[in-house]
């Protein structure tokens, strides 16, 4: 069985769309794609399926150039002697109030690739291992036409994939997990999550690692794969790869807390149906919770909040907050003060961290101990509950009245949000909480949250002599607001339920509402 759960944007550039693809020359494949593409990024054909998430894998690197040759503006430092730059120039129409003029543009590149910036003294050149768009291309079309584990092996050796990892299942029983694609070679001297000295030769790339040397586990004994936009030394539980086998800037990910929910439900021995796995890959509990609810609840019961008013403020906040599962539902209160206190405490997080560092955020929505003191951490929950004061006159909010699912891009438009519109209530939650039902929500200028990304085509897949799959889209698969295929997927999605997939020939006409051939 297999679930490919994307997590993207729903509106502008981030949609995408379920999409079927059959030809009478052996192409059969369903999953869904992005606009401009005519392939298939993540789905499944009769005999295999895959999925794709982000990874933390280093596939593009930042270099510091010295071009400081005394006579020549064009050469950079290089070992002990310089390298001559490439000039090239284009012109480009630029919009200036209301009149188009054009503007000359000089650009450089060097061995390591094109200067993007400059930076006090250093000119900053980026470095990307992503395959040429010709390969990139050919690596998904032979992945969609693949049967085995060995074709689809031989379309990932290809590897013009920069970021993604890559999940893979087969009707014949094979699972396996790939950490990324396209990881160059490099020396483990030097940190490469930051930018490295252009002038030393040792910073070079030693061309690319063979696919049979990256992170990857292939038919673990524990008999289940799962990542999560996570570290790929928890995907298989106790089977899962050795760290010290591979070179640190091959992972930096973290090991987020939606991997952890997907660890202990697939931890459990006993096998599971398809029908409980439609269950598993939406669970709503929030391991961030689970973890640190009780660390919060002890700071207040040990009297680290001395000022009474501030106490008493607090006290029925608490016990709502001290009866509760961790799991979010519709009609929580709970839930939405969890939600609130999360939200002001990334909101204070991001004014501590570096702007050399945005990696320093991690540690403020990762682990088991709660990475506020005391003070802040009930300081956060007083400020959540002024907050929803001041919105909704009462801290104790049910989370499916203000937690909203609502479509309002038409037409290459985008609207406002408007609570006297249309909308539905979603059990989901923030995923950096742990929810695997992953639901990112705005709130500006209105009284309710409404959805802009999270889950979005989701798909479920179990292979055998015949595939059975379900699905759903964050709306419909239409993008006309007339068409009843526009908004009609959200009440499934908002329940976070599927519809059947009709994946054979037969099925596909049996059910459609209308065909026609291009051109007739």
Known sequence: ????????????????????????????????????????????????????TNSGVDFTDVYLERFNHPTDSLQYSYGNHYKQAQLFTDTILCKSDSILKTQVIRFMVTDHGPVVAKRDSFYVTVKNSTGSPPVYVLQCWRMMKANTLEEFQAALNLRAFGYPNTMYTDRFGNIAYWHGNAVPKRSIKFDWRYPVDGSNPETEWDGLHPLNEIIQSINPTSGWLQNCNSTPFLCAGSASPDSSRYPHYMAYDPQLFRAEEALKLLSNPEKISFEQFENLVVSTHLPMMEHWLPQILRAYDNGVMSDERESEKLRAVMDTLRHWDCQTALNSRATTLAVFWNTVGLTWARTQIRPTDPSSLTRYYVGKTLPYSDSLALAFMSAAIDILEKKYGTAFVEWGSINRLQRIHTRGVVEDFDDSKQSLPVKGAPSVMGSLFAFATSQTNTNKRYGTGGNSYVAIIEFGRKVKAKSVMYFGQSADPTSPHYFDQAPLYAQGKFKDVYFYKKDVLDHAERTYHPGE
């Open 1 to 52: 069985m297999l679930l490919i759960n994307p997590h993207v944007d729903f509106f502008g550039n981030g949609q995408r769309y379920e999409c079927h693809l059959h030809s009478e020359q052996g192409l059969n494949v369903s999953g869904f794609a992005m606009f401009g593409n005519f392939y298939i990024w993540s789905g499944f054909n009769p005999n295999i399926g895959w999925s794709h």
